[in-house]
């Protein structure tokens, strides 16, 4: 795959398989799900404030962050993203 959602799971894949010193990708894997699902929580609530301030570069910048903290939830239970792609298209 070649898009953006894809290259960044591949960064954090590589980040869980080959930790590198200073990572905050690492730091979240070594805080394991308590870290990781703390900052899902936390961005949710930041996407959620954004959309109710109609802010629609914050929007996109919350959601980024969401989107970053899930996938890294993601490779923290070995949950490829591609599955999610899967059920996204069986949904269509």
Known sequence: MNDPLSELFTVITDRRDRPKAGSYTCQ??????????????????????ACKDDDADAIASEVADLFYHTLVAMAHHHVDLQMVYDKLAQRR
């Open 28 to 49: 979240l894997f070594d805080g394991g799900d308590n870290k990781i699902l703390k900052k899902i929580g936390e961005e949710s609530a930041e996407v959620v404030m």
